[in-house]
């Protein structure tokens, strides 16, 4: 049987956006290595295009409920066992702490281990788990350098971390003025006027409260634009409440709900603006906004300020002024065009989502 990594994903999927975009390059990679992929997750995917794209086999298991959930382990075990795997790349939380542990009872020698958020805690029982997670494995991929940072202070050996950003399909997230122009007829935004885009999560902690304000203050400073949000969540009827209290109609604020062809809507986004005010890994909304050619400005969160610095104005995270004040001079700016260029040959030099799936399979490869 030819090598095979079984990757326990321990996460739900409910669209198919970057992550998911990450799993089908990392499975076209593996099968151009010779390596078949199978993927374990709690449920079955929710996009039919992402199951239909990744070109492995997926395998249902319902989540730990907790260590060593006996449910779990025996099916894990099945899976192990059919597939003949040779490698093992556990992701997220409990499933990936059960999963390194079954991996090791069953005999699968190459182990590997991804944290795509920070451990956060300081407490000696969160440097305990990594330590011991770290121990179980050749290498713990990290989604940022400031994930990196988190798990060496917790005592996880900088030997046994690496950093991978997943990046992005510059394929799918492309400047397109056809499709600009199909979405801006689509939501009757007349020529001229900007669109301002935001794709998130409506949540506290993405920063999307300082949206009302981003439109009422571009408006004021005299800019002719929309601010589109794209995204639903529980903060829907608060952004909702504050544009109307603000007096801003649909030319100004629009809420489009969930999405599934941001694409298409980056290729239409003058300005795509990035508020978020904390951060758990890495973001990759910006990095289709700039795969895609839009004008980016982002907050300061994780490793954005270096890795995107050169091409997108960061701003201060929190700071409403310094938003507005960037989509201002984003906006007003009349080299925005090439920017847009610079931002997607940026991209597509060093964080290209295939550049990532590559040195995930030479991992694979150099481990046996």
């Not at 086999?57 to 319902?62: F, M, T």
């Not at 062809?261 to 990095?287: N, Q």
């Not at 931002?343 to 399979?361: G, I, K, P």
Request: proline share 6%; charged share 20%; hydrophobic share 45%.
């Amino acid at each position: 049987m030819p090598p095979a990594v079984v990757h326990l994903m321990g996460w739900h999927s409910h669209q198919y956006g970057s992550f998911e975009r990450f799993l089908v390059a990392l499975a076209a990679r593996c099968a151009e290595a010779g390596i078949a992929s199978h993927f374990v997750f709690p449920s079955p995917p929710a996009s039919p295009a992402f199951a239909a794209g990744l070109a492995a086999e997926i395998h249902v298991l319902p989540a730990s409920r907790a260590p060593g959930d006996p449910r779990f382990v025996a099916g894990l075990r099945r899976v192990l066992g059919r597939t003949g795997a040779t490698h093992l790349h556990a992701h997220f939380g409990l499933d990936a702490m059960n999963a390194v542990a079954v991996g090791r009872s069953a005999g699968v020698a190459a182990r590997f281990a991804t944290k795509h958020v920070s451990p956060g805690s300081r407490r000696s029982a969160a440097g305990l788990r990594h330590r011991w997670l770290a121990a179980q494995v050749q290498l713990v991929f990290a989604s940022s350098e400031a994930v990196g940072r988190d798990l060496v202070e917790l005592g996880v050996p900088a030997g046994k971390v690496e950093v991978a950003y997943l990046g992005v399909d510059t394929d799918a997230y492309r400047p397109s003025p056809e499709l600009r122009a199909s979405v801006r007829e689509e939501l009757g935004v007349p020529d001229g006027r900007a669109i301002v885009l935001s794709c998130s999560h409506l949540r506290p902690g993405t920063g999307v409260q300082q949206l009302p304000g981003l439109a009422s203050g571009l408006a004021d400073r005299g800019v002719d634009a929309v601010v589109v949000a794209a995204g639903s969540g529980p903060l829907e009827v608060e952004l909702r409440v504050a544009a109307t209290l603000r007096g801003l109609g649909p030319d100004r604020f629009r809420l489009l709900g969930a999405r599934e062809d941001i694409p298409r809507l980056l290729a239409a986004a003058d300005a795509y603006v990035f508020a978020a005010t904390e951060s758990e890994g890495f973001p990759l909304a910006p990095l289709e906004a700039a795969s895609a050619g839009a004008a980016t400005v982002a907050t300061a969160v994780s490793d954005l300020p270096r890795v995107l610095g050169s091409v997108a104005r960061i701003v201060a995270s929190g700071n409403a002024d310094s938003l507005i004040g960037a989509c201002v001079d984003t906006l007003s700016d009349p080299n925005r065009a090439a920017l847009g260029e610079r931002s997607r040959r940026h991209v597509l030099e060093h964080l290209d989502v295939r550049r990532s799936a590559a040195l995930h399979v030479e991992r694979y490869s150099a481990a046996g």
